[in-house]
């Protein structure tokens, strides 16, 4: 069962409430459940017992983008909050269901609400800085040489590594924007592909109100220390920038 947060917008009260019980639905109508809850915890708890129930095989859980309802509503602390907390109701069902649950995943750009997720979620491992996923995101120097090669016929590959070969979470092997690449193959053209299709308007606002000194991050490091303390109302534009690529 997947829940995505990426084509949503929660920049108003009560969006992120509704957008989630139109996805329980989707996954209603997809299933064949019936005769779901309409409250959001008890409907969750009800579907994931269900497709327990219907398949004998317990429910993968997917979220996608789970931080995407507090970065919209930035500009608006009250509902950035509200959309923090929100789905909190909803991991402690998975929590409580774990008889039926085989393990949930969750991604985002973020590292918002971690003491919040650590409440209602067991066992949590944050897998963002650890080595062994450091090419989880993005294709390697052997992935392209094994799947792309024959697509990269008269492109300059020192000029690709270039534009889009920057990305680094171990500090050693890098990774190139899986998104910049197929978009480059595909028009053969090199550009921001990656700014163009997905601005941050949220983190160009940030950075601007900040005042931030650019001359700072020039070789600055990335401690554990910065990217652990993001929360709503307290928002270093550093790490914001370090955890958005």
Known sequence: MRLSFGRGKYAEPGQLSFDLMAQLDSVDRRTGVQSRPAA???????????LH???????VTLVDEYDKPVLDALGAPDIARANRDHPRRLYSVIKVCDAHVRFCFLTGVSRFSKAIL????NSLQDI?????????????????DAVFAPELAGLDRQRIRDW????????EERVYNPSDVLLLLADREFKPWWYETGSLTFLIDLIADSGLAWHRLDGMPASEGLISTLDVGNIAPEALMFQAG
Not at 118 to 121: C, F, K, Q, T
Not at 128 to 144: A, F, K, M, Q, V
């Open 40 to 50: 959001g915890p008890q409907s969750l708890a009800h579907l994931l017992e269900t």
């Open 53 to 59: 129930g219907n398949t004998g095989q317990r429910v």
């Open 118 to 121: 650590s409440s209602g979620l």
């Open 128 to 144: 963002s800085l650890n080595p062994g996923y450091s090419s989880i995101c993005g294709y390697t120097e052997r992935d392209l």
């Open 164 to 171: 889009y070969d920057g990305c680094s979470w171990g500090g």
